[in-house]
């Protein structure tokens, strides 16, 4: 009796792609091939995919809430939230190393004018842009571990609190109108 044969797969082809380790954390777009624009060398570009982009390419969030979710994100990675804080290993008496720029400081101010647009930290919208926008924990992961105040939530409810919380944010930086009320 035969046995089916596996693909062999060369150690080159291996470099090429994401590792195994990356492959378990979520989906690659297919390759493209191009021209490096310094070398001309041909490459290849494997692009992660992100929730937002995944969620837009679905159809589950508007073009406005997957910008709103862009603009979170920055604002979060500017203010520098996430970032491990290290020391000095050399200290300079009157270096000014450990204060924050003036884009830090506006960024956090507009990071923590969303999250009060949000509900504040506690509340489910707020804690899921805090964590699956901001911090880029996948969804799963965030409804499985973390959740609202730390209860977990399926999954299903989970993405439902996303696309409310971007709504939200789509509303809080502008990008659709204020509806009226009568």
């Not at 060398?41 to 073009?63: C, F, K, S, Y």
């Not at 979060?76 to 830090?104: C, V």
């Amino acid at each position: 009796m035969a046995g089916k044969r596996k693909a062999k797969t060369s150690k080159r082809d291996e470099a090429l792609g994401p590792s195994k380790w990356r492959l378990q954390h979520g989906g690659f777009s297919e390759p493209v091939r191009e021209a490096d624009p310094e070398t001309g060398v041909p490459v290849q570009h494997r692009r992660a995919v992100d929730t937002l982009g995944m969620m837009l390419a679905n159809g589950n969030i508007t073009p406005q809430m997957h910008e709103a979710g862009c603009i979170f994100r920055t604002l979060f990675r500017s203010a520098a939230i996430d970032s491990m804080s290290t020391s000095q290993l050399i200290y300079l008496p009157g270096s000014t190393a450990g204060t924050m720029s003036n884009r830090q400081v506006d960024a956090r101010r507009r990071v923590l004018a969303a999250m009060d647009a949000l509900g504040g930290h506690d509340s489910p919208a707020g804690s899921c842009a805090w964590f699956v926008v901001g911090l880029e924990i996948s969804v799963r992961e965030w409804a499985a571990r973390r959740g609202w105040s730390g209860r977990p939530v399926p999954q299903p409810i989970a993405g439902g609190m996303l696309v409310a919380a971007l709504g939200i944010l789509a509303m809080h930086f502008g990008l659709v109108p204020r509806s009226r009320a009568a």
